[in-house]
């Protein structure tokens, strides 16, 4: 029998938007400069085609962002290209299913984000799923089992691995040691990793955030893919990027200009603008969300919700006061009675170990919070 999962969309639309915990999205006004600039330049006619790779100039911000960030070395230049900008990280996710991935399989961790599944899919592919223990940690001979099981078998042989860190759900930060034992399994089994970054300015514990291409012979077979939606609160403007070896992309790139033809050219010329501008942005960023995520999770926690220690702070990944265990009735109930919507961990997972959880997106602005959680305080 087929699992039911959540429709994360559908439940935005049933709550209010002062109770709305559910979409994955930042709900914070836009950066002032940012605004201004791209004002500018749709008043200035600035609204034509523009080349499949992207702008010139915010491409050479973003070998600078990478640069600082990512710990690699990338070029704007080189030819073929290392860098492009995409339709949003999703524009990335799907020139890489429809260049590499058809009649394929990839591997995902789960929980999961349902869109590295849906995009797989429908573009022709499989995806397999790794189920993390409680703690939502793994064994490494255990992947490399699963893996070497799935790469050997006729139809749907497995083609890469994606790694989410931070992840979507869990806010899951991958350590120094798991991003190097999936890349001695993608290296001993020939795989191709796709790695989602989108969360890395949202880290805030113990563990830094890594990017797997930075690790020794990675960079050679990982395609990474970000998005400035979420930390430049702008996912309407459809922006993001991927960056590998130019003979990785390459492919990726001539899909994407199939697929979309270019990203949006004025919003692209006006982040170009200001993306490296400002030392203090991501530090900044990064303060204010621990900040929500610091006092939001007090909150909870007095609720009787058991808050996953993460180590980033975009979402909060959590198990439902004791006494429930359908995140999907307890969710109903918070909708009807409070106003107040979450997403329940059934719709990131295949198994029932998730479903007395749930994922909440504190990207909101503190007043809207602050509402939600005393409206929570009422009924729990």
């Not at 900008?85 to 991935?101: C, D």
């Not at 980033?312 to 009735?329: H, K, M, Q, T, V």
């Amino acid at each position: 029998m087929t699992k039911i999962r959540p429709d994360i969309r559908a439940i935005t639309r049933l709550v209010p938007k002062s109770g709305n915990l559910v979409q994955g999205q930042s709900e914070l006004p836009i950066d002032p400069r940012l605004a201004k600039e791209a004002a500018e330049i749709i008043a200035a006619s600035q609204n034509h085609y523009g080349p499949s790779e992207g702008d010139a100039s915010l491409r050479k911000a973003i070998e600078a962002k990478v640069k600082k960030y990512n710990n690699v070395d990338v070029s704007a230049d080189t030819t073929p290209f290392e860098l492009m900008v995409t339709n949003g990280g999703t524009g990335a996710l799907i020139g890489i299913a429809q260049s590499y991935l058809r009649d394929k399989a990839a591997l995902v961790f789960e929980p999961y984000y349902p869109y590295h599944r849906r995009i797989l899919e429908d573009f022709g592919a499989k995806t397999e799923t790794f189920e993390l223990d409680e703690n939502l940690k793994f064994e490494k001979d255990e992947l490399l089992a699963l893996c070497k099981t799935l790469k050997d078998r006729k139809e749907f042989a497995l083609r890469a691995i994606i790694v989410c860190s931070p992840a979507n759900p869990s806010g899951k930060v991958m350590t120094t040691d798991e991003l190097q034992a999936i890349a001695d399994v993608a290296k001993e089994l020939d795989l191709l990793v796709i790695s989602d970054e989108v969360y890395e300015h949202y880290v805030t514990g113990e563990n830094p955030h890594i990017s797997i291409a930075s690790l020794p012979e990675m960079f050679e077979r990982t395609i990474t893919v970000n998005s400035f939606s979420k930390s430049w609160n702008i996912s309407g403007w459809r922006l993001g990027y991927a960056f590998g070896k130019g003979e990785l992309l390459a492919p990726v790139n001539a899909a994407a200009n199939v697929i979309y033809v270019c990203p949006a050219t004025p919003l692209q010329a006006a982040l170009g603008k200001v993306l490296m501008v400002d030392p203090g942005y991501y530090p900044r960023l990064r303060e204010k969300f621990d900040a929500k995520r610091r006092e939001f999770a007090a909150g909870l926690t007095d609720l009787g919700f058991q808050i996953y220690d993460s180590g980033s702070a975009f979402y909060l990944w959590a198990r439902i006061p004791e006494g429930n265990s359908d995140a999907i009735a307890f969710n109903e109930m918070l909708m009807r009675d409070a106003g107040v919507g979450m997403t329940p961990g059934s719709a990131f997972a295949d198994s029932d170990r998730w479903d007395p959880y749930v994922r909440i997106c504190i990207a909101r602005e503190d007043d809207i919070l602050a509402g939600a959680m005393e409206k929570l305080r009422s009924i729990l």
